[in-house]
C-alpha cells in the first residue's frame, strides 16, 4: 500500500514515524507534498521519501499513490480531503476533521460521495483505558452515568502560535485551545460516553496570548438522560498537565490520565471489567506540539491500509468526527450569544 503525506509540518512526521514501523506490512510512504518547496524537499530528504510534489494536484495525479494522510492545517481539510477523492485516492485525515460543522459533514460525505475509504485521526481512541472504559459504560457496570469530566490543561507559548501563520487563527485553526488541542479529548469523552446531547452551555476567553481564538474555555453538556459532562481547556496552564477523564456513575467510576488509571473502582468488584494493564502511548502532547506519540497514529494507519485491502470501513469514519467539531462550534456559539446550544 504506497502512502503520500499531503503538508509536511509538525504531525507528518508522525505519520511518516508510523509508516516507518509498518514496512513490515507492506506499507510504504512513496510520496510528500508541501506548497512550501523546501518543507517538501527537506521532509523527503529525512524520511527517505522517494517521490517529492510541490502542488496538490501532482501528487494526487501519481497513479502509485493508494492513500493520502492530509497533514495540512485544520480549515484547509476539506478542500485538500475533496480533491483527493475526486482524484480517487483514499485518505487519512488529521484532526479536526473540519472547522465548521457544515465543513465537517461535507468531508464526511465524500466516501459515498467518491467510493473512496477514509480515516479520521483521533489517536485517543485507541488507548486500551479508553476502550475499557466505553465498553464498561455500554454494558452497563458503572449503572447510570450521572457526570463525566474532561480536563484539557494544555500549555502552548507564544511562539508555538507565532510558529505557523495558521495558527491561532478563525480562518484556518477554526478556534483555538478547544478545536486544535481540546479536541482530542472532546472527541474522547463524547465517544466514551457515546454522548446524546441535548444541550450545550459555553463560556470562551482570550487571556494570554496574542491570537484571535480562545486559549481558555469551559463548557458544560447536558445529555438528553439529564446527566452532565464538564469540559474544562486551556492553552494558558503553564506548564501543561495531563489530561484527564472522569466518569461517574451510581455503580462504579472510572478515571485516567496520561500516566495511567486514577480510579477503577466499582460497587460490585466482580462486575468490573478488566483494569488496562496499559494506557497506552496514544497521548502526550499537552506540554508541547511535537511530543505527540506515535502509537495512535500506528494502529490507525494499519487500520486504514488494511481497510483498503478488505474492502471494508475502517475503524474510525470521518462521519464519527462530526460530533466533536459540532460540540466545540456549540461552545463558541453559546459564549458568543451568551444562551445555551439546543442540538
Ligand atoms: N493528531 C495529532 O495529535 C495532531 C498533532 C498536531 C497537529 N495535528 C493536525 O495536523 C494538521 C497540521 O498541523 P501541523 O502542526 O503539522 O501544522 P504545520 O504548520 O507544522 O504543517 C502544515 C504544513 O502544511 C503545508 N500546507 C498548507 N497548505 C497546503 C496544501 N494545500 N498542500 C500541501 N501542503 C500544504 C504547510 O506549508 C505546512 O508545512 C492540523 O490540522 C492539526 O490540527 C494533529
Not at 53 to 65: C, G, K, M, N, Q
Not at 131 to 151: N, S, T, W, Y
Request: with cysteine.
Amino acid at each position: 500500500m504506497n502512502f503520500g503525506i499531503i503538508g509536511c509540518g509538525v504531525i507528518a512526521y508522525t505519520h511518516a514515524t508510523a509508516l516507518k514501523a509498518l514496512e513490515a506490512e507492506d506499507c510504504r510512504l512513496l510520496a510528500c507534498c508541501d506548497i512550501v518547496p523546501e518543507k517538501a524537499d527537506a521532509f523527503a530528504a529525512r524520511h527517505g521519501v522517494p517521490r517529492v510534489y510541490h502542488d496538490d494536484a501532482s501528487i494526487l495525479a501519481d497513479p502509485d499513490v493508494d492513500i493520502v494522510c492530509v497533514c495540512v492545517p485544520s480549515g484547509s481539510h476539506g478542500e485538500v480531503c475533496e480533491m483527493a477523492a475526486k482524484a480517487g485516492k483514499h485518505i487519512v485525515c488529521e484532526k479536526p476533521l473540519e472547522i465548521t460543522p457544515e465543513r465537517a459533514a461535507a468531508a464526511a460525505a465524500l466516501p459515498e460521495k467518491y467510493g473512496v475509504r477514509m480515516q479520521s485521526i483521533h489517536q485517543r481512541r485507541t488507548m486500551p483505558a479508553a476502550i475499557a472504559a466505553r465498553e464498561a459504560i455500554r454494558q452497563g457496570k458503572l449503572g447510570k452515568v450521572c457526570l463525566a469530566e474532561a480536563d484539557l490543561k494544555y500549555y502552548r507559548d507564544q511562539a508555538y502560535y507565532d510558529s505557523g501563520d495558521w495558527r491561532g487563527t478563525w480562518e484556518l485553526d477554526g478556534g483555538g485551545c478547544l478545536m486544535n488541542q481540546g479536541v482530542h479529548g472532546v472527541d474522547l469523552i463524547l465517544w466514551m460516553l457515546d454522548a446524546q446531547i441535548d444541550t450545550v452551555y459555553g463560556q470562551a476567553a482570550t487571556l494570554s496570548h496574542a491570537i484571535a481564538v480562545e486559549d481558555n474555555a469551559a463548557a458544560v453538556l447536558r445529555m438528553r438522560d439529564g446527566s452532565v459532562c464538564v469540559i474544562e481547556s486551556s492553552t494558558s496552564a503553564y506548564p501543561g498537565f495531563s489530561t484527564s477523564f472522569s466518569i461517574y456513575g451510581e455503580k462504579g467510576t472510572i478515571i485516567f490520565n496520561d500516566e495511567g488509571i486514577v480510579e477503577w473502582n466499582f460497587i460490585d468488584p466482580t462486575d468490573a471489567p478488566p483494569r488496562p494493564d496499559r494506557l497506552g502511548e496514544a497521548m502526550g502532547g499537552s506540554k508541547s506540539n511535537v511530543n505527540i506519540t506515535i502509537d495512535g497514529h500506528i494502529t490507525l494507519l494499519r487500520d486504514m491500509a488494511r481497510a483498503v485491502r478488505d474492502g471494508r470501513e475502517p475503524m474510525l469514519p470521518p462521519r464519527d468526527a462530526v460530533l466533536a467539531v459540532k460540540v466545540i462550534c456549540a461552545v463558541y456559539e453559546s459564549s458568543r450569544t451568551g444562551r445555551p446550544v439546543k442540538f
